[in-house]
């Protein structure tokens, strides 16, 4: 059983920084490609960025771009989203997704993880 943990969401001002944490048990997390997703307040749940198994290869949502940085700790099982220059609009919920995958890929699409966590708040007050 394949479970996915995050952590490290709260209320900080706009322009501070997060860094929010994803513990994968079950497997080593050097057999899934990781993603983060978020979901605000009436809206769909969107991509925000993926890391490839490996943790060579990344993509972000270009509303993050040059803000976020996602990094893997294979040797933790975890996932990080450091969140710097923090906006009102990244307010919202977000979900950490795995995938169990036996090439090095990032994978974009929500549709494709097989395994969520329960989501942390991150709330943004301008």
């Known amino acids: 059983q394949v479970q996915v943990v995050e952590s490290g969401g709260g209320l900080v001002q706009a322009g501070e920084s997060l860094r929010l944490s994803c513990v994968t048990s079950?497997?080593?997390?050097?057999?899934?490609?990781m993603g983060w997703f978020r979901q605000g307040p009436g809206k769909e749940r969107e991509f925000v960025a993926a890391i490839s198994r490996s943790g060579r290869d990344t993509n972000y949502a270009d509303s993050v771009k040059d803000r976020f940085t996602i990094s893997k700790d294979n040797g933790k099982n975890t996932v990080y989203l450091q969140m710097n220059s923090l906006k009102p609009e990244d307010t919202a919920v977000y979900y950490c997704?795995?995938?169990?995958?036996?090439?090095?890929?990032?994978?974009?699409?929500?549709?494709?993880?097989?395994?969520w966590g329960q989501g942390t708040q991150v709330t943004v007050s301008s």
């Open positions: 997704a795995a995938k169990f995958v036996t090439w090095d890929i990032v994978i974009l699409l929500r549709q494709s993880y097989d395994y």
């Open positions: 079950g497997r080593t997390s050097s057999d899934y490609a």
